[in-house]
């Protein structure tokens, strides 16, 4: 095995370790959590929870309040959170119980049969099915609300001018039901759990980052090429989709049946693709700009791109507005090069690639 090959596979076996450590499920600071799936076992107690997971779990105690932000949420029937639950997800599903108040936004939210919240409910999904207790107010802004037959709310119940509200028979509603303009949601902002989050996104992006140079090197590098040479048709490809595909979502989602599709479908291709997005974005743009200093390596436009960029997002206001533009010159230049590929073109492995002699190299054969 040539020194080629070994330092192939050696950065291969890298950046593997890297993702596998970057997606353990295990705690990064003393109540803070991260990875693909936190769970909170039965028996187990933690204190003041502020977790970010793809699955997040309450099977235990939180004593405190849980911030969190996942695919899906989870206190279920054995689970308990003695303080407030604030979070963010696909599917937000409240089965135990809760002594303060719950708010958060998702795609589908459920207060279960047994369920007990202690405080108010103030949510923002596009279907929220509640048949649990609430003895506070509740307020919910929604496409569809189904108030279900076990369903217990001691306050007033709030919906949204253009909610549709379905209550079933034996639904008990103490307060009275209000209709007006809710307004939109926020997602869940985190305070001591920023440093945590910043850290782990850069070791993430780097790594996805390295794992889309190496499987997809020609890909990369026309990603690179529609930055630096069209400009203009990858910054409209990037806004048409950018607009678009949240459009198609949303239909699926007023369509009802389609919820389904768009919470498990849907919603993981918007997250990863809008993953891939920022990081071909940042790496894109690294790249063009050491090209006008005449300097071409894509390990360091990576680096510079993902820590560089990650770094000038993090300023207010002006990191936001860079980042949005980065995000859809790279969703522009990943829509072209999937387009290019459907086209006729295709992935070279890289060994193929590393052997096919170039311009200069070829000999002129017989006429």
């Keep these: 095995m040539n020194r080629r090959v070994l330092g192939r596979t050696g950065i291969v076996l890298l950046v593997v370790a890297v993702v596998v450590l970057s997606a353990v499920p ?3 600071a003393a109540e803070s959590r991260v990875g693909g799936g936190v769970i909170i076992e ?5 204190q003041d929870l502020e977790v970010v997971a793809g699955t997040v779990e309450i099977r235990g105690t939180v004593e405190g309040d849980l911030e969190g932000v996942g695919g899906t949420i989870v206190v279920a029937d054995s689970g308990t959170v003695t303080g407030d639950v604030s979070v963010s997800g696909g599917s937000v599903q409240i089965d135990g119980t809760v002594g303060g108040n719950v708010e958060g936004a998702a795609g589908a939210l459920t207060v279960g049969e047994g369920a007990e919240i202690g405080g108010t409910l103030d949510v923002g999904a596009g279907t929220v099915y509640l048949d649990g207790t609430v003895q506070g107010d509740a307020t919910v802004g929604a496409e569809r609300l189904v108030v279900g037959s076990t369903a217990v709310v001691d306050g007033d119940l709030t919906v949204d001018d253009d909610t549709e509200v379905v209550r079933e028979d034996g639904a008990t509603i103490s307060g009275t039901l209000v209709r007006e303009d809710i307004g939109g949601f926020e997602p869940v902002a985190f305070g001591g759990l920023d440093p945590v989050l910043t850290v782990w996104g850069f070791v993430a992006n780097l790594a996805l980052g390295a794992l889309l140079l190496l499987a997809f090197p020609r890909f990369s590098r026309r990603v690179v090429d529609n930055v630096a040479d069209r400009p203009g048709r990858t910054g409209g490809a990037g806004l048409v989709t950018f607009l678009a595909v949240p459009l198609v979502f949303v239909a699926l989602v007023l369509s009802i049946v389609g919820i389904p599709i768009a919470i498990f479908v849907g919603l993981p291709v918007l997250v990863v693709g809008g993953w891939i997005a920022l990081v071909y ?19 360091v436009a990576l680096v510079v791109g993902v820590v560089g960029l990650g770094l000038v997002a993090l300023v207010p206001v002006l990191g936001g507005f860079v980042d949005i533009v980065v995000f859809v010159f790279g969703l522009g230049a990943l829509t072209l090069g999937l387009y290019d590929l459907r086209t006729g073109g295709r992935e070279t492995p890289p060994e193929a690639e590393e052997a096919a002699p170039s311009e200069g190299d070829r000999q002129p054969g017989p006429v």
């Excluded at 039965?42 to 933690?46: K, M, R």
């Excluded at 974005?281 to 071409?296: I, K, S, T």
């Design 26 to 28: 295990a705690p990064v």
């Design 281 to 299: 974005g940042r790496f894109a743009v690294a790249a063009w700009a050491l090209r006008q200093a005449d300097y071409e390596n894509r390990w």
């Design 42 to 46: 039965e028996g187990e107690t933690v």
